[in-house]
């Protein structure tokens, strides 16, 4: 006779295991069926492989274990579709310059792919619009501003835009009212939007020109922090997708960016400085997480005489040293462009092995290590925005990265 496990035991054994694990696991008697097919087992799954979706709209009647299973079936589809298989929409009429861009929704699982993808942009009219991607109209737009808007950001989770403009206006839109919600004036000019939704709630940084960092919340934008990280301006802040950190650098050549404990800047400890690491890489232009690798990022830096562009990775890690706590980064890889390429603008992560940017009109897959996968020759012109979502989407919506032309164009979707 066989020797049985309780279920607790068992259970706690499975929650280690990855999904086709798992599914052998269930083949072995009709125990460890039962035990395999625990909800929550299978909801651990989901949120660890998407971990910044709002589920809440896709699960329906659904088990874990049925999504998990028929978004992995999507995600395999959509890993075989062609470029044509996608929609390219043109946008029309006097819009100025399309800018920034970002996902207002529909940048996560769905039930049926029922919800529409939302898109916001910034037009150099001095306007916001947000765009139906599918159907390529737009549905809403902004009252012209005083101002040019510089930067965006949004949080698909609670339909909410930000924006910043040249003179250091901070504001927050819903995209459906006219009026913003919200406003915050800095004091001088900002060059670094990033939303960061935690367990206490979402919050919004704010990067200026004397190398502050602003805390604010949302979507009341009241001041919670303000962290001097340089001596210069803070043109990047990235939050890692667990939100543990927050990546800050400047594109200034004796700027060491910094990474901070995202906690420290959300509760900033009494006559301390918050919790941060100088990362010893100076010139970085770029750099993004790794979405399913959310220690882990990746810098594009410039070098020398002649502009080498480069990538360069680290892992983070904290670790307890002498009673108080440190941050540690290790470099996993290193590689320089050829010198015949067209340095690139933008960038974008994948599985924190893959990094893909532009160079010219064409798009480029690349390993961190330095080796070309793919080339994309789908643009005709220089392509003149970038941005990675975390995830393939369901048709017919973008896959894993999209990039615009120059020019107002709704982005051609790869």
Known sequence: MALQLPDLPTLKIFSFLDAFSLLQASQVNREWNRVAENDHLWRNLCLKKWSFCNFSKCLGSQTWKQFFLKQTK??????????????????????????????LSGNGPTMGGREKSIICTVSSKHMLYAWDVQEGTMIWSSPVQQSSIT???????????????????????????????ATFPVSQACFSLEVCLTKDGPFLMVGNSEGDIYTLTVPELRGVSKVHAFKYTVDLLHCSPDKKWVFASGTHQNILPRVFFTECLLKPPEAKSPLSLSIPFSSCCRACW???????????YRRGSSKKTGFTTFDLMTERTGGRTVIQAHQVATFLLPVHMESPIWMGASDGNMIVFESGPYLFLFTISGHQLQRFEDHQRTIGNLWAVRMHLLPPRPTHCSACDSGPLIPRLL
Not at 76 to 98: C, H, R, S, V, W
Not at 166 to 175: A, I, P, Q
Not at 290 to 300: D, F, K, Q
């Open 151 to 181: 930067h965006l950001a949004t949080l698909p989770q609670m339909y909410l835009a930000f924006t910043v403009d040249l003179e250091g206006t901070v504001k927050v839109w819903n995209c459906q009212d006219q009026d913003a919600l």
């Open 74 to 103: 999507q995600e395999y589809q959509m890993a075989l579709a062609q470029p044509e298989d996608f929609i390219f929409k043109e946008a029309t009429g006097n819009l100025g310059i399309i800018g920034p861009m970002a996902y």
């Open 290 to 300: 790794a979405p399913r690798r959310t220690s882990r990022i990746t810098l594009m």
